[in-house]
């Protein structure tokens, strides 16, 4: 009896024990959650010193920017990015690779590509009117990573270039090159960074931009757009929303016959899902090299995808074959008859984005610190928003997935005015989704995992670009 006493007295004090220790481990754990976390900042934004900021940036705009008006002269470029993989080293003289990851899903866990369906380009057309110049840049790559854009314009601007001149974006399929994500968070999505593989980018890029420049002569353009609403609907609240169907283009021909279509709709590229494995340029690369079976040049520009997904029939890779050759079709019908001119108003406003403070989100209302929130993804330093007048057509430029709705807003606005608009995203920096602030605390991905920047970050971006909008059409 007393033995068996004995050892129940010390199993009652081995339990009592590891309750106390779990006790301090839970009050640990308590303390670490509120010292690494906080609420969500619910600050109206025109009360804000980023957001004054941004609007004194704005007005000295107004006496900065000389419109040019004149003879129009345009230049083109191709340059593939189009990888050899399963070679022995990386060689980026030749673009060849070990082994390269697709960018697009977490899902996917850095798994390198298996091939290549088809291939993937740079195309960059320039314009320039006096001496204006506005050099539009197309990828097929999930986004323009800031660190590859800065490192172009590192390049560029020993060249003579500015900011303000080049107009980056991305086609946003989901099955392009990965390996140029810093952080763990570009891990997730982009795989394991491959220097060397950045390096190649950044020469591919900067020499099609020159390429381009080099290429100006004399031209004609025109622009538009067109309804294409059976190919997207709004996917995060679908009927209750709404969504920006237009597809809008550029189309420009130099006077000795080459011809070249800047396209740009607001479609997210996943048709094909994290399953692929092999390079494609989804369905704006089945668009792009439709259109130039007609003409020279096809550069598509993901347009306002926040919010926005494909609609199409087929499975596989007729899914996007589909879509894309679709809007091609839709495309040359509406070039068809299109008038040019060969004198044009060329005008281009750039400011830097002053941001509000950074945060991952662990929840709907409670964010981890901003500390934190920088080492699991570098903060971009040089985000920025773009418009550029082209006649009647104001273009923006946006560092974002940004939100077809607020597109739409903007395009209704400006149509009333007797301009055509459009809203370009991936412009070389990338602030996460730009939504409305009544979406934010959803508990959805656009909203709570890639809504950096608080609840009114929406607002306020869109704000910005009434503003500099309003510069260039008065």
């Not at 705009?61 to 419109?67: A, D, E, G, V």
């Not at 006077?255 to 494609?280: D, L, P, Q, R």
């Not at 089945?286 to 919010?307: C, H, I, N, P």
């Not at 609840?455 to 500099?468: K, R, S, V």
């Amino acid at each position: 009896m007393f033995c068996f006493t004995g050892i129940k007295a010390n199993k009652m004090k081995l339990l009592k024990r590891i309750g106390i220790t779990l006790g301090i481990i839970f009050v640990l754990l308590v303390v670490l959650y509120f010292s690494a976390t906080g609420p969500v900042v619910n600050t109206p934004y025109f009360e804000t010193e980023y957001y004054k900021n941004s609007c004194s940036e704005i007005e000295s705009l107004k006496n900065s920017i000389t419109p040019a008006h004149g003879k129009l002269f345009t230049g083109f470029s191709k340059v593939s990015i189009t990888p050899t993989l399963n070679s022995n080293t990386d060689d980026i003289s030749t673009g060849k690779f070990v082994q390269l990851p697709l960018a697009g899903f977490g899902a996917r866990k850095g798994a390198p590509a298996t091939g290549i369906h088809d291939s993937i380009f740079v195309k960059v057309v320039a314009l320039k009117v006096d001496n204006t110049l506005a050099v539009f840049v197309g990828s097929d790559l999930l986004i323009m990573p800031p660190n590859i854009s800065d490192s172009v314009m590192h390049v560029l601007a020993q060249k003579g270039f500015t900011r303000n001149q080049i107009c980056f974006s991305a086609t946003h399929t989901h099955s392009s090159l990965g390996g140029w994500g810093p952080g763990f968070m570009g891990k997730q999505f982009a795989g394991e960074e491959n220097i060397n593989l950045e390096k190649w980018l950044v020469q591919q890029i900067s020499g099609a931009v020159l390429n381009a420049v080099a290429d100006l002569q004399p031209s004609t353009i025109a622009t538009g757009d067109f309804n294409a609403a059976e190919y997207t609907r709004n996917r995060l609240i679908g009927d209750l929303g709404t969504a920006n169907d237009d597809f809008s283009y550029i189309f420009i021909q130099q006077n000795e016959g080459k011809k070249a279509v800047i396209g740009s709709f607001a479609a997210h590229s996943t048709c094909m899902g994290s399953k692929n494995m092999e390079i494609s340029g989804d369905y704006p690369g089945y668009w792009q090299r439709k259109l130039e079976t007609t003409f020279d040049y096809a550069l598509f520009m993901a347009g306002s995808v926040g919010s926005q997904t494909h609609v199409g029939k087929g499975e596989g890779f007729e899914k996007p074959r589909f879509i894309g050759e679709s809007l091609a079709d839709s495309t040359i019908n509406h070039l068809a008859n299109k008038e040019s001119t060969d004198s044009v108003l060329l005008e281009t406003a750039t400011i830097k984005l002053n941001l509000p403070e950074y945060h991952f989100r662990i929840s709907t209302t409670r964010n981890l610190s901003s500390g934190i929130s920088k080492k699991l993804m570098p903060l971009p330093e040089n985000a920025v928003i773009q418009a550029i007048r082209i006649g009647n057509m104001i273009w923006i430029t946006t560092p974002c997935d940004f939100s077809g709705e607020y597109a739409l807003q903007l395009k209704n606005r400006l149509a009333v005015k007797g301009f055509d608009a459009n809203v370009t995203s991936f412009n070389g920096s990338y602030v996460g989704y730009i939504i409305p602030g009544r979406y934010f605390y959803l508990d959805e991905y656009e909203p709570k995992t890639m809504g950096f920047f608080g609840p009114a970050m929406g607002d306020y971006t869109f704000d910005l670009i009434n503003q500099m909008t309003n510069i260039l059409i008065n």
